[in-house]
């Protein structure tokens, strides 16, 4: 019999398989080929970008040279433009303004054949900080109510360009799937007075722990119950914080060793599949006290990685309704007994 | 400047790109091989399928047996099962349920070669006029809260089979964007004490016409101002009705006139595109009276149609804030202007 599972943050009912469930040897990944260096994301090339907003440099390196690290451009064919004001206005009963925001390149090593998953974990600590760093920059811009941090990878998830990056898009409205998350852990924190995430982080180490694939010092990874596609992995910081810049210093080395565990995992469970991640992180200007309490103790920041192995169908496509094929509980064992690469 | 358009009923916004704007042969649709029938789907083959659980049939010809216009069987893989009690239940702090459900196939010709865009007007009022049949049998079952009624044509949108055909699935819960349309029509109404749809029709009709495809006696094709896909058309009753099953026999040669041209249109213009169509309805056993209105007087049903020609990347994938490459007047006058093969 097949299991109805409800999203406890924001209710939403996934129809989970549970015969015939589907394995990772179900999944047909087609191999991507690879294409040869050096792009205009490679080290030597900085002049074939727009001029850097952000680089993580050694030995004081001028910018837009080599030397760098890390290094955050502004997206050549933005979807958002970075000039001008919002101009709210109404067309009859219907709101639009200006696509006013940023759209920006995190190039996230010089090299042009190492994807995210071979990078060391004090790189992909550098990474993250990086995000930090120009989300607290770009909310300092009155304009913007919203950072969203993605990568996409493999030309199937939506990447067009093989050279590891992720991107960010600030914009001038918060969008829909926060709100919600918003909304869904503001109700129970009004019913229980305790954060919905940090109660579901005990229940799945404690209670369960049959959909958990890592829990350091610091993170859980882990599938969720409710699952929408599979191994569909969240990671979520122990630490009760609501906004991806709390992180502190001493944790970027605990995260980025999940992160890149989890992406070893997937590349040798399922054989290096096209994913997409997002941070789920708070809005900037966020209301400083409410009666039952702010966002600051009802939201939770978290990672959520989806591997793209199936394709949407029309139902889901439409109706946000999903089908998920694996159970969380087979995703995560398979994960859990991975043994990425040396 | 790119625009942020935000949907007038659940309050989404869509980046819609205003430069460069997308026309149709930017998008490349890869022709699918025809597979040659008959296939299980075929007039002489009903023996390979699930017993039929309605057709439409003349000369008394016998059930499962050729001799049938438009035939509903049950999914031989379906999502959900039909036997069962729900037996809802919490797991720690998430709820599940069995996954009891319809799941049925409505196979729309006895033909293999015939696209649904293929049939005629008459035919093609057949099919409509058995998803009410379908619906309202289904909502005689108490288990059932909605049923989502809906079409993938092409290997792209999900479909693992050519022969013309379409599903439904009836489900314990209502799906979460039926919920939000829900939420969304009925805080307009009460705001207006009218139908937020109805309205809709009226603006695009008579102050606006540039996002409008056809416009019939009753009802209206139009590219909606927050549309998420490039070229994503809704039709729509101008008459207010909240749910499918009250078309009234005179009106189904209308719909099935606009469904059929809006789908040859498409296929000329965009190049016999893979697509979805989803109906949105409302639900079973809704409340009765309200304090300030009911779904029958707040909702009003209308068809989705999306052409699958764009990737959704990561951030729309995991985030629900979209891109469109083609703002909705442009898609309109492509689809106004095409001329459908005689």
Known sequence: ???????PVIGRWVIISTERAKRPSDFTVVPEVRRPGPCFFC????AETPPEVFALRENHSAPNCPGWQVRVVPNK????RIEGDLNREGVGMCDMMNGVGAHEVIVETP???KSLADLDEFHISKILWV??????DLGRDDRFKYVLVFKNQGEAAGASLQHAHSQLIATPVTPK?????????RSYYEYKQRCIFCDYIKQETRLFTERLVMNTEGFVALSPFAARFPFEIWILPKRHMCDFTYIEGREFGDLANVLRTVLNKMRVALHDPP???IIHTSPFRRPRAGYWGTIEQDYHWHFEIIPRLTKMAGFEWGSGFYINPTPPEVAAQVLRDAVPEA
Chains 1, 2 share one sequence.
């Open 1 to 7: 019999m097949p299991e109805l599972r409800r999203d």
């Open 43 to 46: 080290e030597g090339h900085e």
């Open 77 to 80: 064919y933005p979807a958002l």
């Open 111 to 113: 090299e042009h054949d």
């Open 131 to 136: 995000y930090t760093q120009r989300i607290s």
């Open 177 to 185: 799937w926060v709100k919600e998350e918003l909304v869904g852990a």
């Open 275 to 277: 994913f997409n991640f």
